[in-house]
């Protein structure tokens, strides 16, 4: 069992950065794969980025890579998801989730979920 809380959202103008994080507890944490998926208005939730148990590993979307990077701090039990550059069209609820599979890129993969945290990027 795996509990997630983000945190880090916020209003941020065009170009801005923010660094959002994901706290974990469960005594099992460091075997997961940790992912960031995103739901905007209107849309589905989709898949920005994942991180594999080891750290060692990383695989982001397209429309967000060169921009955000996950990272995570197994010592911490957290994951970070920075991101740079930031556009309107990221505007969105983030959220974060475990998986026990090694590749996990859809939101079905993954068990435990956080309850978001809003970004919104905005003149």
């Known amino acids: 069992q795996v509990q997630l809380v983000e945190s880090g959202g916020g209003l941020v103008q065009p170009g801005g950065s923010l660094r959002l994080s994901c706290a974990a507890s469960g005594r099992t944490y460091g075997r997961y794969t940790m992912g960031w998926f995103r739901q905007g208005p209107g849309k589905e939730r989709e898949f920005v980025a994942v991180i594999y148990w080891s750290g060692d590993s990383t695989y982001s979307a397209d429309s967000v890579k060169g921009r955000f990077t996950i990272s995570r701090d197994n010592a911490k039990n957290t994951v970070y998801l920075q991101m740079n550059s930031l556009k309107p069209e990221d505007t969105a609820v983030y959220y974060c989730?475990?998986?026990?599979?090694?590749?996990?890129?859809?939101?079905?993969?993954?068990?435990?979920w956080g309850q978001g945290t809003q970004v919104t990027v905005s003149s």
């Open positions: 989730a475990a998986s026990l599979l090694f590749r996990a890129v859809v939101p079905g993969d993954y068990a435990y």
